[in-house]
C-alpha cells in the first residue's frame, strides 16, 4: 500500500486546495462512505472529503458549522468512543475531517459482541439521550453495515450482521469500540433542524430501519 501516491481525482484536489494541509502526505482514496471520500493521509490517519455527487446535491450539502456541532455533541456525550477527530473549517462552508486511523481495528459483529457488550449498550443509551436532547442520532450501522445487517435479517442469520461505523479494538488490554462517523442525522420526521424535505425524508425512514436492524441482529433497543 503506497500512501505516498497523491489521489488523482481532481474534485479532491481542487477542494482541498482550500485547506492548509500537507498535500505531500496525501496518499490514496481508501475507501468511500455514504457522505465522504476517504483518503490515506500522513503516517496513520486519514481524511475524510465531502463527496461531489447527484445525490449528495439532492439531499443539501452538510456544511462545516454541522460537523462541528455534531463533533462537540459526540464529545459531550461519548468522548471515550469517539475517534480522534480534528475539523479544519473554509470560509465558505466547506469541511474536511482528519481521523486517526483505528489500527487492528474489526467491525462490530454478532460474533465479537460479547466482549464489548457494555460498551455497545452505553453508546446505545448515549445516543437515545442525544435524541432527546437534540433530535439528532448518530448512524450506528454505516452503508456497508446497513446491508450486512439487512442480508442477515433476511436470511435469519446474524453470524452476517456488521457494523462497520462502530470498529472493535483492544485499547490497554480491554476490547473496547471506537465510532468512526461522526455525522448526526434527523431521526424523526418532526426534527427538520434546518435541512431540506428530501433529507429529513431519508434520514428518518434510514433511523427506523436501522432501529429494526439493530434490534433483530444484536438485540439492542436503539
Same mark, same amino acid.
Request: glycine letters at 4%.
Given at each position: /500500500?503506497? #500512501? @505516498?501516491?497523491?489521489? /488523482?481525482?481532481?474534485?479532491?484536489?481542487?477542494?482541498?486546495?482550500?485547506?492548509?494541509? +500537507?498535500?505531500?502526505?496525501?496518499?490514496?482514496?481508501? %475507501?468511500?462512505?455514504?457522505? &465522504?471520500?476517504?483518503?490515506?493521509?500522513?503516517?496513520?490517519?486519514?481524511?475524510?472529503?465531502?463527496?461531489? %455527487?447527484?445525490?449528495?446535491?439532492?439531499?443539501?450539502?452538510?456544511?462545516?458549522?454541522?460537523?462541528? #456541532?455534531?463533533?462537540?455533541?459526540?464529545?459531550?456525550?461519548?468522548?471515550?468512543?469517539?475517534?480522534?477527530?480534528?475539523?479544519?473549517?473554509?470560509?465558505? @462552508?466547506?469541511?474536511? /475531517?482528519?481521523?486517526?486511523?483505528?489500527?487492528?481495528?474489526?467491525?462490530?459483529?454478532?460474533?465479537?459482541?460479547?466482549?464489548?457488550?457494555?460498551?455497545?449498550? #452505553?453508546?446505545?443509551?448515549?445516543?437515545?439521550?442525544?435524541?432527546?436532547?437534540?433530535?439528532?442520532?448518530?448512524?450506528?450501522? @454505516?452503508?456497508?453495515?446497513?446491508? =450486512?445487517?439487512?442480508?442477515? %435479517?433476511?436470511? #435469519?442469520?446474524?453470524?452476517?450482521?456488521?457494523?462497520?461505523?462502530?470498529?472493535? !479494538?483492544? &485499547?490497554?488490554?480491554?476490547?473496547?469500540?471506537?465510532?468512526? +462517523?461522526?455525522?448526526?442525522?434527523?431521526?424523526?420526521?418532526?426534527?427538520? =433542524?434546518?435541512? @431540506?424535505?428530501?433529507?429529513?425524508?431519508?434520514?428518518?425512514?434510514?433511523?427506523? /430501519?436501522?432501529?429494526?436492524?439493530?434490534? +433483530?441482529?444484536? +438485540?439492542?433497543? !436503539?
Amino acid at each position: /500500500m503506497n #500512501r @505516498g501516491i497523491v489521489c /488523482m481525482n481532481d474534485y479532491i484536489t481542487n477542494y482541498l486546495a482550500q485547506f492548509d494541509i +500537507d498535500h505531500s502526505a496525501l496518499g490514496d482514496v481508501a %475507501s468511500e462512505g455514504t457522505q &465522504h471520500y476517504i483518503c490515506y493521509y500522513q503516517a496513520n490517519k486519514v481524511i475524510k472529503i465531502p463527496k461531489n %455527487s447527484l445525490v449528495i446535491t439532492a439531499l443539501g450539502r452538510i456544511q462545516s458549522e454541522d460537523i462541528l #456541532r455534531d463533533l462537540e455533541i459526540l464529545n459531550q456525550y461519548l468522548p471515550e468512543y469517539v475517534v480522534n477527530t480534528r475539523v479544519l473549517c473554509a470560509d465558505n @462552508g466547506c469541511y474536511v /475531517m482528519i481521523q486517526e486511523v483505528v489500527q487492528n481495528s474489526r467491525f462490530l459483529t454478532w460474533a465479537n459482541l460479547p466482549v464489548v457488550r457494555d460498551d455497545f449498550l #452505553r453508546i446505545i443509551e448515549s445516543n437515545k439521550q442525544i435524541v432527546r436532547d437534540y433530535c439528532l442520532t448518530l448512524d450506528l450501522l @454505516g452503508n456497508l453495515g446497513f446491508w =450486512r445487517c439487512f442480508t442477515a %435479517s433476511l436470511l #435469519r442469520r446474524k453470524k452476517l450482521a456488521a457494523i462497520n461505523n462502530l470498529l472493535v !479494538v483492544k &485499547h490497554d488490554g480491554d476490547w473496547t469500540i471506537r465510532i468512526v +462517523d461522526i455525522n448526526l442525522t434527523q431521526p424523526h420526521l418532526r426534527c427538520a =433542524r434546518g435541512v @431540506g424535505a428530501l433529507r429529513l425524508i431519508v434520514d428518518s425512514l434510514y433511523f427506523q /430501519m436501522a432501529r429494526l436492524l439493530i434490534k +433483530d441482529n444484536f +438485540d439492542a433497543d !436503539v
